[in-house]
């Protein structure tokens, strides 16, 4: 290189990658972040963190001794200091199966599973996997942007199908029927749902996957809310359908366990009739997966013993706690005039409610709403927007309900301070 006479190098590189920028401007990771970001550090509030669905920091929410005493006796045994195999190691692998099948008609074998450093490395596998030339596939709005910003970083093409507010945010099936295209190759779907709280009953899953069986294409089931439901309706795995049409399912124990830090997910091939295998869909996902991460060998080593130690008490108590946070959220939100609720949240973590922008005075949209928020009162919200719902709001309850109670008390007090003098005329 040379020296340009003031000392200087003129360096090459520089980081403009514009399929990067592209898939980052989708991620809602780096919109929530710069929420957290506009908080006051000075202000003596506890800060109150409704913008990412993250219990694990809160007592209430505490993983299960038995699951942290496995990861321990991983790490200990000196058994797990090696490199991995490509698609986990065998007995995590068939641990998982086992654990997948206690709720399907079929059981699932080793082979039929991956491991993943989690279920985010699961959505970046499949959009990778999926990205033939002019393939499309079929995304829910709102969604989870991680795959957006996966298709985009890969050149996948992604068309939006609706969720419904109004009909229990169920998926637009006649949408998807109209979205659909011969280069159409797969439906992604997240149940029980982020950002919407719902969970899809065993009819409504069935009509999914007769019209993916109709278009001739595979299901991806998001399932990492599993057995995550507070309501009247059970889960119900989409791998019970995989005979109507094959079933791609991704999992793992961030948020039934509550460890999103451990970093361990999974994809299942839910396809008891081998189609996913016949397609050679699973050797391309143990290629990838191949010159991809790992999740660490410990954890690998521990998910068998923290599957089988893990007290169902764990995960009454967690719903039990979890059941209280949706009903405080949702029994708040209802009562605030410029905020409306269509569903009250059965699963997941997560509710998506609908700002009315035209109540307040010198607020333009509903980032600008969550910002000055986060500003003003040390309560972030997920701006619609980053989900593809301008002027809506996702809320989480999943913290300790005492401070969820505080920052819904903060949001009321923010949204009549901001209100229109004529609407406040009107509400006082
Ligand atoms: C949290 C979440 C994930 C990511 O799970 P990790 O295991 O933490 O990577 C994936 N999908 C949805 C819908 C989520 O809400």
Redesign the pocket.
Known sequence: MEDNGGGEVAWRFGAANPSLEAASALSIRALVHRLYGCVDRNDPRPLAPLGH?DPSPFACFRAAAAAEEAVAAAATSGKYNSYPTAAGLTEACSAVAAYLSRYLPYELSTGDIVL????????EIMMAVLAMPGANVLLPRPG?P?YEARAALGGLEFRHYNLLPDKGWEVDIEGVEALADENTVAIVM?NP??PCGSVYSYEHLTKIAETARKLGIMVIC?E??EHCTFGSKPFVPMGVFGEIAPVVT?G????RWMV?GW???WIAMTDPKGILRKKKILESIIIYRGISVDPAAIIQGAIPQIIANTDDVFFTNAMNTMREAAEICYQRLKCMECITCPHKPEG???VMVELDISYFNGIDDDIDFCTKLAKEECVVICPGSGLGMKNWLRVTFAVDPPLLEDGMERLKSFCLRHAKPTRNHATS
């Open positions: 669905g993943t450093a989690g279920c985010n490395h699961a959505i989870y991680m997240v749902n982020n998001d990492i809310y991704l793992g124990i961030s948020k999103p970093r361990l997910g997941s973590m997560f």
